[in-house]
């Protein structure tokens, strides 16, 4: 009971359940919120290993929140990244989307992502560490990162292993791109009505559950993922990530790309979160 009591939680960034052994996680907010203080990110810590300690759920299935892409928080938080606390900001959002994409993949369970809306290229890469992904009729993927010539957080592992590293480096460079030329690379599994996303995504984790998912976690194992090698391409993106935020000319090139995409400069971005 303890168990089930932890991993069943409404907060302020998503609710989760368990329904007939389906470990369903409904998220409320991007992930940048996670990092906006030392509890929430303990306390999502706290989450993830009740997570993996657990023989309660045999999958995962989390499902993205509409228009998670966050551009307003996305710039809001760029902005905390150049202020006197950028240290504190980055470095907990890095160690938390490290610390999620490396459980992703320490799961023994079969996982899905299901997403729909407006949705970042950030989400996507961590949607390419489940076993598959789902997408709503209605998903765009935007990346704001590509007009600031910032590498987007889980862009180097995943992805240039679905795609190959040509292909990869193409897709990086995009600035937006639909649910169906995802769907054509490979980067998302089956595209559903919106109105039906959940129906068909529970549907599809049962038909999977239904065949053999050990083999498929076996699999996963010995092709998918190297956990290794997954750390030291996070870190290598933790690297690039500041350095291009270091850099003699970003300040720069965010204060215009503020003033031209939110209408502001950069205080008063922040000023009206």
């Known amino acids: 009971m303890k168990t089930h009591a932890n991993l069943t939680t409404d907060n302020e960034l998503f609710t989760s359940t368990l329904e007939n052994g389906v470990l369903v996680i409904r998220k409320k907010r991007h992930m940048l919120h996670v990092a906006k203080d030392i509890a929430s990110v303990f306390s999502f810590y706290e989450y993830l290993e009740s997570m993996l300690a657990s023989r309660a759920f045999k999958a995962l299935v989390v499902f993205g929140h509409p228009g998670e892409a966050g551009q307003l928080a996305h710039g809001r938080f760029l902005c905390k990244a150049l202020s006197a606390s950028r240290e504190k900001a980055m470095d907990m959002l890095i160690n938390v989307v490290n610390k999620f994409m490396l459980t992703l993949s320490a799961l023994n369970s079969v996982t899905v992502y299901a997403g729909r809306g407006t949705m970042s290229l950030f989400n996507l ?149």
Request: hydrophobic share 40%; charged share 25%.
């Open 125 to 273: 890469n961590l949607g390419l560490a489940y076993d598959y992904r789902l997408a709503a009729d209605d998903t765009v993927i935007e990346n704001p990162n590509a007009a600031l010539g910032i590498v987007t957080k889980g862009s180097g592992y995943f992805m240039p292993r679905l795609l190959g590293v040509r292909k990869a480096t193409e897709v990086l460079q995009w600035k937006s791109f639909s649910a169906e030329e995802a769907l054509q690379l490979g980067l998302i599994d089956r595209i559903v009505p919106a109105a039906r996303l959940e129906q068909e995504t529970i549907e599809f984790v049962a038909q999977n559950l239904a065949g053999s998912p050990s083999n498929l976690l076996a699999i996963r194992k010995l092709l998918k993922c190297d956990l290794q090698e997954l750390e030291r391409s996070l870190q290598l993106e933790d690297h690039l990530i500041k350095e291009r935020l270091e850099s003699p000319d970003f300040r720069q090139t965010f204060a215009e790309h503020c003033r031209k995409t939110y209408g502001c400069d950069m205080e008063a971005l922040l000023a009206s979160e």
